[in-house]
Structures are given as C-alpha cells and as structure tokens.
C-alpha cells in the first residue's frame, strides 16, 4: 500500500519559492488558497482532503471551527510570529503544534520602528510636502533628535530587544516594562507600566495581543505620557483604542504617532487616525523586506518539514499553549498591564 503525501495548505495568495522548496523536497503536495478567504472557505477545503500541516501568515483567522474541521492536523506554521489570528486552545486541545518564524523578521521590523521614528522626530514627511509645495523651511526649522530622549519599549522580546539596541546607537537612554531581573538581564531599566509612560518621551508597542491588553493604550494612558510624545506601533492595531489616540493628538497631548498596523485592515474609511494631526502610517510591512519574506518563509517550511519528519523544531519557534493555557507566545516576560485609572 502507497503511503498518502503530506499535504501542506497555504492559506495566503504565495510563499516565497525558497520555502516552497524545502516542502516540495519532502514530496508535500502543497496547495495555496487565493483571498479573500472566509472561515466557511477553509473549512471546505480542509474537507476536500486529509491535510496534515497548514502555513498562514495574518489572515484568515484559525478559529476553532477551522482547527475542529481536519482529524489529520498535525502542525500550524506562522510565517511571522503574532498568533492572535489563531486559536491557540482549540489547537492544544486536538494536540496541533503551532510554530512562528523565530527570530526571522525581528530585523525588519525593528528597522521600520526607527524609520518611522526619525521620521515624525526630524518631520520627514512634512517637510517634504512642504518643499514640493514650493517652501523652503530651511531659515525657521528647528527638529529634535534622539539623543538623550527616553524609550519606552513595551514588549521586550526579539523585536524590543532589536529596538532597544538600535535606540542605544542613537543615544536614546531605554526603559522598559518587565521584572528586574529581566530589564538586568538585557541592560534595560525595568519599570511599571505607569512609570514607563510618565518618563518616556517616545513609546513603542513590541507586545502580542492577548485578552488582557486589547486598547489598553487608551485615554487613561495617554493622559500619563508627557505632552508632546510620541508614540510608535509596529505590533498590533489593536492594542491602541484609536478613538483616544485621535483625541489626544487632536488635542496636542500627544506629539505625534507611526502606526504599521491598524485595528482594522484594511482599514475604513472613517478611521479617526486618517485625520488626525501628525501621524505616519504604513500598511503593515514592518516584516516585509526581501530577505525577512524569504527568512521567515523558509524558517515556517521548515517548522512543517520537521513535524512532518520527525525532526526537532526550534524551540525558539514553539507557541506553548499547551503548558501556558492561554493566549501567549514563548516570550511572555513583558505583558504590560492595564494603565491605572486616575
């Protein structure tokens, strides 16, 4: 009797050829889905044929109806590394193992946080609209640097500890919300949430999205950050209530924000953020470079091939749901906590 081929379904429009290779070496029959994609649409096609491991990047969402679908399932492969899109429960209770990139993308994403950055600090994007409007600002421009400003970096895993480095070179002094053994442990000063806010003249968000910090930056904690601070986002949308991000900058308590990602993406129309002052978006590519899409397409084959083989994943890459019950990746040393009410 003929053993049935792997079957690897890709649930976004391509995968970088370089981790397509690596599964087609194992002889995997590998099927991509095309979007948009619905939660009806998967679970059609993991019903069309046994599938034993799937490769996902942000969407479609990996609900528990999906995961439920397949008896065959055998590994969930994150090509990136947030896994809010994936219910976590539903695959430690039918003993799927779900995997991330690692530390394939933590570069690139780290570099668009001192991108976006430098650009609201030396008002890149203003000044030049102004100059192809003709002006030249040169005589009255004053900008502010980097240099002994204060960072705020909430989330200290792979992507923080890359910012924090990176923000060291500038001359930035780095704080961060964790356990002092920890802040020690990376040669950053640790601190509460509410003292991290009071100190830092710039914030940025390098945490995953759990049940507990869904918008905690929120009015509460806009009020605790100094006037005229910025705040950066290259995690995930909705760890911001937009609504109160909006306010504060309308207001001018906020200096001004970078956002890569947004609550909702594509985003509306009516998005608050679009018309509020000073603010820098770019549409979720803070892992997107050529080398980060061909790292961490290799590094989500690579996970598969070593389920599917027998191999030993890289526990770097493990989400360990099944020891940790609940909705958390491997480094959860930096969970903030709700800001305090006034």
Known sequence: MTARRFRV???????????LQRLVEIGAQVDLMRGP???DDLVRELQRAPTDAILMRGNPPL???VIETVSSLRVISKQGVGVDSLDLAAAAKRGVMVTTAGDANSA?????TMALLLALRREVVHLNERMQAGYWDRPTYQGQGLDGQTLGVIGL????????DL???FGMRVIT???PSVGAKFGVKAMSLRELLTEADVVSLHCPLTGDNRGFMNRDAFALMKPGS??????????????????????GRLGGAGLDVLSVEPPTADNPLFKAPNVIFTPHIGSETTASIERTAIRAAENIVAVLTGGVVDADCVVRSQELGARRACDTRSRPRRPPRQ
Do not use: F
């Open 9 to 19: 379904l890709v649930t976004h429009n391509e995968i970088h050829p370089a981790g």
């Open 37 to 39: 994609i619905s939660e």
């Open 63 to 65: 609900t528990a109806k």
């Open 108 to 112: 690139a994403v780290a570099e668009l």
């Open 157 to 164: 895993g792979r992507i923080g500890r890359r910012v924090a």
């Open 167 to 169: 923000a060291r070179g």
């Open 177 to 179: 919300v964790a356990r």
């Open 230 to 251: 910025l705040l950066i986002n290259t995690a995930r949308g909705a760890l911001i209530n937009e609504a109160d991000l909006g306010a504060a900058l309308y207001e």
